[in-house]
């Protein structure tokens, strides 16, 4: 295929994405409008399936496909980057040097710590109930653990950090998101339908039938993810050195 044509394919794609992105648009509400057909429908869908958070309820009910979508490419790009960032022939492990960390640092990292692991379960727990979820929890979790790398070094980071076990945990959390939607599908309903649980109690942490479940899922595939994805690169910055010694 010559550049010419690649180029013509390329330009008559685009126009024609861009003409069903105006039409789409030119259906839009009009703008700065108090009421939207979809998003009173997902308001009254997350009511009637007793989930407080609207957006929960988007995420792992509505629209919980598209969610399995986001939490795919999130583990691939965990697998990519250990593949990409694996030790080499040419490279070998040099232990780190302990460093010094001032006192201020030290203390408000080892006490900040598990105020901010106990934050990121608080949020995937209650996802299904106020702001927050499986996404924004899982971070918090993950990244309070490296306060240890900052208020500590990096040998009492590995202590808690035994990255095959985070990849173990990413994998399962991947696997119990699926294994739900093929319940549904098991409960004579569509994969990933919310009704094989009781909706339970509204605005209780046992509401929301399999929101919850997803919640949960999505939040330890994150927070393993992003431990397992600072490690490999950590690993680069610290301990990984060429032959040659840079």
Same mark, same amino acid.
């Given at each position: 295929m010559s550049r010419r044509v690649r180029l013509w394919l390329v330009a008559v794609g685009g126009a024609g994405l861009a003409a069903l992105f105006a039409a789409a648009a030119l259906d839009l509400?009009?703008?700065?409008?108090?009421?939207?057909?979809?998003? @009173?429908?997902? *308001?009254?869908?997350?009511?009637?399936?007793?989930?407080?958070?609207?957006?929960?309820? *988007?995420?792992? @009910?509505?629209?919980?496909?598209?969610?399995?979508?986001?939490?795919? =490419?999130?583990?691939?790009?965990? =697998?990519?980057?250990?593949?990409?960032?694996?030790?080499?022939?040419?490279?070998?492990r040099a232990r780190p040097a302990p460093e010094q960390v001032a006192r201020p640092v030290r203390r408000y990292a080892l006490l900040v710590l598990p105020v901010a692991l106990l934050t990121g379960l608080y949020v995937i727990a209650h996802g299904q109930l106020s702001p927050g979820g499986g996404f924004q929890g899982g971070v918090v979790a993950a990244t309070s653990l490296h306060l240890l790398y900052l208020g500590a070094d990096y040998r009492a980071l590995e202590r808690v950090r035994p990255v095959d076990l985070y990849e173990v945990g990413d994998a399962i959390a991947v696997s119990a998101y699926v294994v739900t939607g093929l319940a549904c599908l098991i409960g004579g309903s569509a994969f990933l339908a919310n009704t094989i649980l009781p909706y339970g109690t509204f605005n209780t942490l046992s509401s929301g039938g399999t929101v919850p479940l997803l919640n949960a899922a999505v939040g330890m595939e994150v927070a393993c993810a992003v431990v397992v994805l600072l490690a490999r690169f950590l690993d680069q910055a610290v301990e990984i050195e060429e032959e040659n010694g840079k």
């Amino acid at each position: 295929m010559s550049r010419r044509v690649r180029l013509w394919l390329v330009a008559v794609g685009g126009a024609g994405l861009a003409a069903l992105f105006a039409a789409a648009a030119l259906d839009l509400p009009a703008f700065g409008g108090d009421r939207h057909p979809y998003g @009173d429908r997902a *308001v009254h869908a997350s009511l009637a399936r007793h989930t407080a958070n609207a957006i929960a309820s *988007v995420n792992f @009910d509505q629209r919980a496909f598209d969610t399995l979508g986001e939490l795919t =490419i999130l583990f691939a790009a965990v =697998i990519g980057c250990g593949i990409l960032l694996r030790q080499t022939h040419d490279e070998h492990r040099a232990r780190p040097a302990p460093e010094q960390v001032a006192r201020p640092v030290r203390r408000y990292a080892l006490l900040v710590l598990p105020v901010a692991l106990l934050t990121g379960l608080y949020v995937i727990a209650h996802g299904q109930l106020s702001p927050g979820g499986g996404f924004q929890g899982g971070v918090v979790a993950a990244t309070s653990l490296h306060l240890l790398y900052l208020g500590a070094d990096y040998r009492a980071l590995e202590r808690v950090r035994p990255v095959d076990l985070y990849e173990v945990g990413d994998a399962i959390a991947v696997s119990a998101y699926v294994v739900t939607g093929l319940a549904c599908l098991i409960g004579g309903s569509a994969f990933l339908a919310n009704t094989i649980l009781p909706y339970g109690t509204f605005n209780t942490l046992s509401s929301g039938g399999t929101v919850p479940l997803l919640n949960a899922a999505v939040g330890m595939e994150v927070a393993c993810a992003v431990v397992v994805l600072l490690a490999r690169f950590l690993d680069q910055a610290v301990e990984i050195e060429e032959e040659n010694g840079k």
